[in-house]
Structures are given as structure tokens and as C-alpha cells.
């Protein structure tokens, strides 16, 4: 979990650490080996919370941090678990944030004046 990682819009603001969460309910302890990022200066953090069930993994994006236009970025590890040999998590990002947008025109609309209220003879 999860399926994918979506990042924030480029460039990243500051480090940005994303995380996967491996669980597994089989009977046979699991291992995990190799994780991977296809993309230069991530750092990968592995931790086995509960040995051979669960594993917790962070994924570091630098500072400035954008995926190149036209790549495709994985995070992928190698397991123990036969009917699943390689993890895969795709990273993807949110497009740029457009440039600041034009101003708001005011508008102006003409409002009618409400009725004359009825004047009370004495």
C-alpha cells in the first residue's frame, strides 16, 4: 500500500517522504531485497517492523525534486514470495501549478432600485 505514489507539483518545495507499507498474511515469513528507485538522489529507508510480516518503507524526494518529462519512475524490490518476485510502485506527479492566474475582472451588473414603499397617510 499504496498502489501508486503521487508526489506533489514540481519542483518540490522541500523533501517530500512518502511511504509504502508491505504486509504479509501467508503462512511463510517474507523477505525483502533490493529496493530501488529509478531516479536519481531518492533515498530508501527498509524497515522490517514485524519480522517477516511487515515492512515499512520510505522513499525520500529532495528538494526541487521533478520527475522528467516523458519517464516513468518505480520504486521496485525483489521478494521472497514466489507469486509475487518483484514489488512495484509506480511514482507518479502532480502537473506543474500554472503560472499565477490573471486577475479577477470585477463586474458590475445594475441591480434595480427596489419599489417605493407606500407612504402611510395620517
Not at 28 to 42: F, G, S
Amino acid at each position: 500500500m499504496p498502489a501508486q505514489i503521487t508526489l506533489p507539483a514540481a519542483p518540490l518545495q522541500g523533501p517530500v517522504t512518502p511511504s509504502i507499507l508491505v504486509q504479509n498474511n501467508s503462512t511463510n515469513l517474507l523477505q525483502i531485497t533490493e529496493p530501488a528507485v529509478n531516479a536519481p538522489d531518492v533515498k530508501i529507508d527498509l524497515r522490517e517492523t514485524q519480522p517477516g510480516r511487515q515492512f515499512s518503507i520510505a522513499l525520500t524526494f529532495p528538494k526541487g525534486y521533478e520527475v522528467p518529462s516523458g519517464e516513468r519512475i518505480v520504486f521496485t524490490a525483489k521478494s521472497s514470495n514466489p507469486s509475487i518476485p518483484t514489488i512495484k510502485v509506480p511514482v507518479t506527479q502532480l502537473p506543474r501549478a500554472l503560472a499565477t492566474p490573471p486577475p479577477l475582472q470585477p463586474q458590475t451588473r445594475s441591480v434595480p432600485a427596489p419599489p417605493a414603499s407606500p407612504v402611510a397617510k395620517h
